[in-house]
């Protein structure tokens, strides 16, 4: 058990639309990572978050953007939803400036 | 983007054989980590490695750091049926910060 939640746990929405996901990080890890899980495929990058800011983005367009709160929760937002973003999003949580980082269960999001 | 390149892709095994996969990539890597995922979930670390040439093993499973840096492998030693999923290497480059690049995953099955 990694301690990292994530909700929800499936998602279906059509395109254009918004989506919002959350994540809980491992207590007392304030560093959050989320990653894209196409079908078959490795996770890819999306970005980190640390001290409720921006640490890093990988090869992702705006339209993908993330908070994180002050209890080191976490979100994910993706707007104008595409066909290609249907995927299993995966967050992970970490200590600071350590690069072990433990995944929550993911949030599958089906995009019709 | 950086690519690590894990291999095989898929292995089908029978319970009690050894297992070895790797993972190599073109630049150098400071850290390496193991990951397994079972179908729904999120990825499980295994074993992660921080120096250059370290073995190191956490039960049946057995993990190097390579002495170039840009290679790691993992083995599993007298397999059986729970070890089936998939197996991903991960990679932390100095100038990514806390970013992974991961492999494409190796897919186990061990047939009883």
């Known amino acids: 058990e990694t301690g990292v939640t994530q909700s929800p746990t499936h998602l279906i929405k059509t395109r254009g639309q918004q989506v919002t996901l959350r994540c809980s990080s491992q207590s007392g890890h304030n560093t959050v990572s989320w990653y894209q899980q196409a079908l078959g495929q490795g996770p890819q990058f999306i970005f980190q978050y640390y001290r409720e800011e921006e640490n890093g983005r990988g090869n992702f367009p705006p339209r993908f953007s993330g908070l994180q709160f002050p209890n080191y929760s976490s979100e994910l937002n993706v707007n104008a939803l595409e066909l290609d973003d249907s995927a299993l999003y995966l967050c992970a949580s970490s200590l600071p400036l350590q690069e072990t980082q433990y995944f929550g269960p993911g949030t599958r999001l089906l995009v019709l | 983007g950086q690519q690590l390149n894990q291999s095989p892709q898929s292995m089908f095994i029978q319970e009690g054989e050894d297992v070895s996969m790797n993972c190599t990539s073109s630049s150098i890597f400071n850290t390496w980590l193991w990951y397994k995922q079972d179908p729904g979930e999120g990825p499980v670390l295994l074993i992660a490695?921080?120096?250059?040439?370290e073995l190191t093993s956490n039960g049946r499973l057995t993990a190097q750091f390579g002495i170039t840096r840009k290679d790691s492998f993992l083995n599993i030693s007298a397999s059986i049926p729970s070890d089936v999923g998939i197996y991903f290497c991960a990679g932390r480059q100095e100038t990514s910060g806390s970013r992974l690049t991961f492999g494409e995953g190796t897919q186990l099955t061990v047939n009883p």
């Open positions: 490695l921080y120096k250059a040439g």
